[in-house]
């Protein structure tokens, strides 16, 4: 007679789905900073896949947070976006214009250079959020920069960026949930194409936005991506660098790459997978500069309330420069770290540092 009983080699057994879901659970909490009983029931809700249960978190939360953080932008933000913002909304008060102090001509060297910034904003983290998404745009007006990569942005921290900074054209990373950015000074990058490449294990919704501009005739390929979070997933956020490196691999001869994000990546990590001697991390290039060491720094920052002391190298910037004969090649020139003022509202712009650099022709 036929048994309708599994075997236990069938059944995952109890100890292991609780562990399973465990780690699921911290990783969501990790990503909403919510905790666990909220991560629990978004989780079985949608049967426990995660993509489900974050997409479910991320739209519960945006009518909230733009009604709260952002009462002056009069609407709530459409479902379905356009990528590539061409023109500004009519009701907006530009922050990043040029202010007097920077209206005065600069020097032909520094005219000259290529200036980036790539900051992790926290927009998961609803909490100040208007004033923190102010803060951003104080440092896109004193630093000017040409390109900035961002990270963990939601539909209406770009809702908000594209009516305060309009003096930067924005390319959006994904349209639902929480995505990455690049933001383009339109008077001295000229954009033209983007696309999103996907990374098809990812379970945080994780993929690589990439745009072709050129800058002083220079072709750039600009890229940035926020690799898979947490210790645990270190396999997956490996086969993702390998993605990253495998595009810089590509490009042109012609064409100068940079890659900016929160890439997670411990650097037991990057040795494993290897960096090609074409590319170089610029933190390393520059002299590995201890005061921009750490971008993740619980010890200086305390937006996250954690009861432990991290201090990590999170947030990584990349450069592989264009090998063709006659085409100038760009070279690292300076690194900083920004955002390591408190605001008036008693936090940081956010819980990562963000990342300044220039590039000079070599």
């Known amino acids: 007679m036929a048994s309708n009983v599994a075997s236990d080699s069938d059944t995952p057994s109890v100890s292991n789905v609780e562990r399973s879901r465990s780690r699921l659970c911290d990783e969501?909490?990790?990503?909403?900073?919510?905790?666990?009983?909220?991560?629990?029931?978004?989780?079985?809700?949608?049967?426990?896949?995660?993509?489900?249960?974050?997409?479910?978190?991320?739209?519960?939360d945006l009518e909230k947070v733009?009604?709260?953080?952002?009462?002056?932008?009069?609407?709530?933000?459409?479902k379905k976006r356009q990528k590539v913002e061409e023109k500004p909304p009519t009701d907006c008060v530009d922050l990043?214009?040029?202010?007097?102090?920077?209206?005065?001509?600069?020097?032909?060297?520094?005219?000259?250079?290529?200036?980036?910034?790539?900051?992790?904003?926290?927009?998961?983290?609803?909490?100040?959020?208007?004033?923190?998404?102010?803060?951003?745009?104080?440092?896109?007006?004193?630093?000017?920069?040409?390109?900035?990569?961002?990270?963990?942005?939601?539909?209406?921290?770009?809702?908000?960026?594209?009516?305060?900074?309009?003096?930067?054209?924005?390319?959006?990373?994904?349209?639902?949930g929480y995505f990455t950015g690049i933001m383009l000074k339109k008077t001295r990058v000229r954009f033209l194409e983007s696309e999103i490449v996907s990374y098809p294990t990812t379970q945080m919704m994780r993929n690589l936005l990439v745009a072709q501009v050129t800058f002083k005739g220079q072709k750039l390929c600009l890229m940035t991506s926020h690799l898979e979070s947490c210790k645990g997933q270190a396999e997956e956020r490996m086969k993702q660098l390998r993605v990253v490196i495998q595009r810089m691999r590509?490009?042109?001869?012609?064409?100068?790459?940079?890659?900016g994000g929160d890439t997670n990546l411990r650097d037991t990590e990057v040795a494993k997978v290897g960096l090609p001697s074409s590319v170089c991390d610029v933190w390393e290039r520059l002299g590995?500069?201890?005061?921009?060491?750490?971008?993740?720094?619980?010890?200086?920052?305390?937006n996250k309330k954690v009861p432990y002391i991290s201090r990590c190298r999170f947030d990584r910037v990349y450069l592989r420069p264009a090998a063709k004969?006659?085409?100038?090649?760009?070279?690292?020139?300076?690194?900083?770290?920004?955002?390591?003022d408190k605001l008036d509202c008693g936090r940081f712009t956010s819980d990562h540092w963000g990342i300044y650099c220039s590039f000079a022709s070599a």
């Open 96 to 176: 990043t214009g040029d202010s007097p102090a920077s209206t005065r001509k600069p020097s032909d060297e520094d005219d000259n250079k290529l200036s980036l910034i790539s900051w992790n904003v926290d927009g998961l983290d609803t909490d100040n959020l208007g004033e923190r998404a102010r803060g951003l745009c104080s440092f896109l007006v004193l630093y000017t920069p040409d390109v900035v990569f961002l990270q963990e942005l939601i539909p209406p921290y770009v809702q908000y960026l594209k009516k305060r900074a309009v003096s930067y054209l924005i390319i959006e990373g994904g349209e639902d």
């Open 325 to 340: 004969d006659g085409v100038p090649r760009l070279a690292p020139d300076h690194m900083a770290l920004v955002g390591l």
């Open 66 to 78: 733009f009604e709260d953080d952002f009462p002056d932008s009069g609407t709530s933000p459409s």
């Open 28 to 60: 969501f909490a990790a990503l909403t900073g919510s905790d666990s009983a909220v991560a629990q029931c978004y989780l079985a809700e949608h049967e426990w896949e995660m993509e489900r249960a974050l997409n479910s978190f991320f739209d519960a």
């Open 250 to 259: 590509e490009a042109p001869a012609d064409v100068t790459v940079l890659f």
């Open 288 to 302: 590995k500069q201890e005061h921009c060491r750490y971008t993740w720094d619980t010890k200086a920052n305390n």
